[in-house]
């Protein structure tokens, strides 16, 4: 790269819960710069997972870091050349990466949903994904699979 690279810009904490995560995921989920119709959209989903939750001791907030833990891939593959074929060659994912890739698989699974809304369908990828279904939870253990398969290459590791 020819420029420095770019400092990470602080995050305010969003304003119901104070809680920079929530801020990065509704930074995420936000079309056009629309961020408080994606604000509304995210407490309009907690509020429903809220009254749909079965687990009592935990609030909707902590469910929905339960699913993204669920979510959260531990290792992903890399396409590497090697003397003309390509290979997957499975990595670890530093943590940051793997906050985000969660995000993203929570984020594009629900919006694929067939519910009305977009915090209806938030709300029960949310619900399944902290069960350790949906998804987004197929998504990271078919994403541990092809790494569990191809760890015959890692010692191609760059």
Do not use: C
């Not at 949903?113 to 902290?130: D, G, W, Y």
């Amino acid at each position: 790269m020819r420029k420095r690279q770019a400092k990470k810009r602080p995050l305010l904490p969003d304003p119901r819960f104070n809680d920079q995560l929530v801020t990065r995921f509704v930074n995420m989920m936000m079309w056009d710069g629309k961020k408080s119709v994606a604000f509304k959209v995210f407490y309009d989903a907690i509020d429903i997972v809220d009254g749909k939750k079965t687990d009592e001791e935990k609030t909707a907030l902590e469910l929905w870091k339960d699913a993204l833990a669920n979510v959260m891939p531990h290792v992903e593959v890399r396409s590497r050349r090697v003397g003309g074929a390509t290979f997957q060659i499975p990595m670890q994912i530093r943590p940051d990466r793997k906050i985000s890739t969660a995000m993203k698989w929570l984020i594009s699974y629900s919006r694929k949903r067939n519910e009305k809304s977009m915090a209806q369908r938030l709300a029960a990828e949310i619900l399944a994904a902290a069960k350790e279904e949906g998804a987004a939870v197929k998504k990271r253990v078919d994403t541990h699979k092809m790494a569990e398969a191809n760890k015959a290459f890692s010692h191609f590791r760059f």
